[in-house]
């Protein structure tokens, strides 16, 4: 049956001695007194929460899903859900990361990031209810009026109050212009907003007190497209003045969706009919506001494939050593066994380190990722938060799609480990592969991440965000580059910073003539980057596990073999994507659209 336990191992390897995450912290006075024994006991506790209180609810509750009520409009989610969430209040987990000012214990986002890998590997569909909160409290915290702040942050904080964001019409997708709900004033300073949204993830549950909906609508007065949208607080209750809650507000679930995956979580169509709303930054501000919470969102469904992909390779690895079938082609392993186990086999293994590799790659780049976060928010030195920002600017939208990309692939693996018995749901393996591929689709699709990433930005800026990035690589390379025994790792990944930066040159050069060649070579592009970045931090934990071998650690024995395996199997895809990606626009723009 399905197991998870959280890998404290290697994630404290990632913040310990990859990151050297306290020494970070000690130049961020937010920060500076967190220390290696804090950051290891909340991640103990965070273990222990996730394996024991989540994780048996996945299975059921994907069994189980939501229930919707249409004659009350509500919807009531799995058994167990409720007073899990209750639980998870209760522990503070919550306030976590959050702003002291309004109630929350002020740690690093980077342990944050460490707990939602673990959340979202006990059970993704469960984590969306206050992962979803913590994006609403982000957007709030950075554009609210004092006003706001007060009302709503330590409510969310707390956990009392959940909160969504409601972006999507039934008309338009990520095309965001498109979008017709509409904001009308009223005397007092309100709007009453009416209008329909589909997909709203965790959009009405009876698992808190109250739900916060941010709201995209336009107002009487807004310009078309983009530039006309604004951004409104709409409570599913009123809230008084010193917290309480007061009237309904009308803003109702028409129906849940029927989807592949995450069952757990109430995918609502959510309707306003002339709902209570405040204005949150700005008037036609609405998307800069959003992309707050959007941007926090593409980072947390990173870290939902990472996720996936840790709990799908657990419980590979297990099965692959307790099933038996068949003998090792090179001898028989087993003599007391009938077959042998078939991790023996060669492509059992493949199937398994693409998954330990995706997993412990990802896990490396994503704590990264939070780390600068934390400097672009705490550091005493503007030049450093700058830098910090840029990073995470050109970052996330490879943490969203590469990392989501590799987990359908890990998770689809592991289910083949299973042979026939990973098609068969009582081994939760094609849960797993279920849930994953949501998560390629929603906070904007990885074709639009990797536009985002070409388009946005490198090509935007010349390329001068990227060159930063590889500067640091190349540093890294001339540091280690006359050390024999990092060659194997040093040679590809010199090899592969001087491919990205040709093949970025000659993609800007053919956008000048065709802006098509962008949208023909993003994708490609996107996982190209993705391979740099991976062979940059492995190369980073090889030399590390190089260091201690010898150590008597068999867990640097370990790092280093999947180190190895990803140079040999997995960074050669990037020969196949190179050609791709130069290929051009024609053999996709050529054919007429009647003719397909």
Request: proline share 4%.
């Amino acid at each position: 049956m399905p197991q998870y336990n959280a890998p404290l191992r290697d994630m404290q390897f990632v913040l310990h001695e990859l990151l050297k995450v306290e020494d970070v912290l000690k130049t961020l006075p937010a920060h500076a007194d967190t220390n290696r024994e804090l950051i290891d006991q909340v991640l103990e506790e965070g273990g222990k929460f996730t394996s024991q209180v989540l994780f048996p609810l996945n299975h059921s509750g994907d069994r189980e899903g939501c229930t919707y009520n249409k004659d009350t409009k509500t919807v009531t989610p799995p058994k167990g859900y409720k007073e899990a969430y209750k639980q998870y209040v209760e522990a503070g987990w919550a306030a976590l990361s959050c702003d002291p000012e309004f109630g929350g214990q002020g740690l690093p986002l980077v342990m944050n990031n460490s707990f939602y890998e673990m959340l979202n590997s006990s059970n993704q569909a469960w984590t969306m209810y206050p992962g979803l909160s913590h994006g609403a409290y982000e957007c709030i915290h950075a554009h609210g009026s004092d006003e706001q702040k007060a009302l709503y942050l330590p409510k969310l904080i707390s956990g009392e109050w959940t909160g969504t964001m409601c972006l999507t019409e039934a008309h338009c997708g990520t095309d965001l212009g498109l979008l017709r709900s509409k904001a009308e004033p009223q005397a007092d300073g309100s709007y009453k907003i009416t209008g329909s949204k589909i997909f709203i993830s965790a959009g009405e549950h009876d698992m808190s007190d109250n739900i916060v909906h941010l709201v995209l609508a336009r107002l009487p007065d807004a310009p078309q497209g983009s530039k006309g949208i604004s951004l409104f607080i709409v409570p599913k209750f009123m809230p008084n003045a010193d917290g309480s809650l007061g009237s309904r507000n009308p803003i109702t679930c028409g129906a849940i969706e029927e989807k592949m995956g995450i069952h757990g979580n109430a995918t609502c169509q959510m309707n306003l009919d002339g709902a209570v709303g405040w204005l949150i930054g700005g008037p036609h501000k609405g998307l800069n506001a959003m992309f707050v919470f959007m941007n926090a969102a593409r980072l947390g469904v990173g870290m939902q494939g990472l996720g996936l992909t840790e709990v799908a390779y657990q419980n590979a690895l297990v099965y692959a050593k307790d099933r038996i079938q068949m003998r090792s082609l090179s001898g028989v392993k087993a003599p007391d066994k009938a077959a042998d186990p078939i991790i023996v086999h060669p492509d059992v293994r493949r199937m398994l380190l693409t998954a330990k590799a995706y997993a412990e790659g990802g896990r490396a780049f994503c704590s990264y990722v939070a780390l600068q976060l934390d400097k672009e928010l705490n550091h005493p030195d503007e030049e450093v938060r700058k830098e910090a920002a840029d990073q995470v600017a050109l970052l996330t939208p490879v943490v969203k799609a590469f990392i989501t990309d590799n987990a359908w692939i890990a998770t689809s693996e592991c289910l083949q480990v299973y042979g026939g018995h990973g098609y068969i749901s009582e081994w939760g393996m094609e849960q797993y592969v279920r849930d994953a591929r949501i998560n390629m689709i929603y906070e904007g699709t990885n074709t639009i991440q990797s536009l985002d990433l070409l388009g946005r930005k490198i090509l935007m800026d010349n390329g001068a965000k990227l060159k930063k990035f590889g500067a640091q690589v190349q540093a890294f390379i001339e540091d280690n580059g006359t050390d024999e025994a990092m060659s194997e790792f040093i040679s590809p990944l010199a090899d592969i910073g001087d491919k990205v930066s040709k093949l970025t040159m000659e993609i800007g050069m053919k956008a000048f003539q065709n802006p098509d060649e962008v949208g023909a070579a993003a994708v490609p592009y996107l996982r190209v980057v993705g391979h740099l970045v991976y062979a940059y931090f492995f190369a980073q934990m090889a030399k590390i596990a190089l260091e201690k071998q010898d150590s008597g650690d068999n867990f640097y024995k370990s790092k280093l073999a999947t180190a190895r395996f990803y140079f040999a199997r997995l960074l050669p895809e990037t020969a196949t994507l190179i050609r791709q990606a130069r290929s051009g626009s024609a053999n996709l723009m050529a054919l007429d659209a009647d003719l397909f």
